[in-house]
């Protein structure tokens, strides 16, 4: 069956999804202080499905979410926020989960504040 966009119902061009994961052990001073989220840009994720991930999961104004989302397109990468480490994670994660079931390949990652 041929996935088709959201908005357009354009056929999709088939992806292949490939996740790279770092295990690291923090310490408490680690996981207290407040952690960069970026996101990667990609040549697949529809800009609408980026921003209403922005909008749900990071809870971005309208406006930041477009600005956030061309950022990322034209840079590689644009800062979404800071957040405590397990906030952080826990939004990436939901990111990543509403992006694999659409069968996009949208990426982010944590940076420390000092990074």
Known sequence: MQQTH?????????????VEVEYR???QQELERPYK??????????MDFVVMVLLIVFERELDQAIDIMYEAHTSGRALVGMF????????VYQAH??????EYPLS????????
Not at 6 to 18: E, S
Not at 84 to 91: G, K, L, M, S, T
Not at 97 to 102: K, P, T, W
Request: cysteine-free; glycine content about 0%; aromatic content about 6%.
């Open 37 to 46: 989220v970026i996101i990667e840009n990609d040549d697949v994720t529809p």
């Open 108 to 115: 982010f990652y944590l940076e420390p504040e000092d990074a």
């Open 25 to 27: 052990i923090l310490d």
């Open 6 to 18: 959201i908005l357009t119902q354009t056929p999709l061009p088939p992806t292949k999804t490939v």
């Open 84 to 91: 405590p480490f397990a906030e952080a994670r826990d939004r």
């Open 97 to 102: 989960s509403l992006a694999r079931d659409a």
